[in-house]
């Protein structure tokens, strides 16, 4: 048995759109299996251990959850963590820096 069942994962329907989108514009090219191999990544860390995967950023109290964000294959990712529940809610993702998909 797995003594640490991971985290939820929760998408905003921004993040939601803008995998669609990014999938969409990489199809049929070369960086369609780096995106989609960097989103799985994104996805797995998330899941499993998002703490010390980002830097964070700003403690929300009232929600009792910290934001984090982290540059990760020239993708801006970032996600809030609840302090006392496994769950994360992943609320921006956009491409960045020299990623192909920042072009055109």
Do not use: C, I
């Not at 191999?37 to 998002?50: F, G, K, M, S, T």
């Amino acid at each position: 048995m797995n003594p640490n069942p991971g985290f939820g994962l929760v998408l905003s329907d921004g993040v939601r759109s803008a995998v669609n989108a990014l999938l969409a514009r990489a199809a049929g090219s070369t960086t369609y299996a780096r995106l989609a191999a960097a989103l799985q990544a994104v996805e797995r860390e998330l899941r499993n251990d998002p703490r010390p995967w980002g830097d964070p950023v700003k403690r929300f109290r009232g929600l009792q959850a910290t934001l984090y964000h982290r540059l990760y294959d020239e993708l801006y990712v970032q996600y809030t963590v609840h302090d006392g529940r496994p769950l994360v809610w992943w609320t921006m993702l956009r491409p960045v820096l020299g990623h192909p998909l920042t072009r055109g």
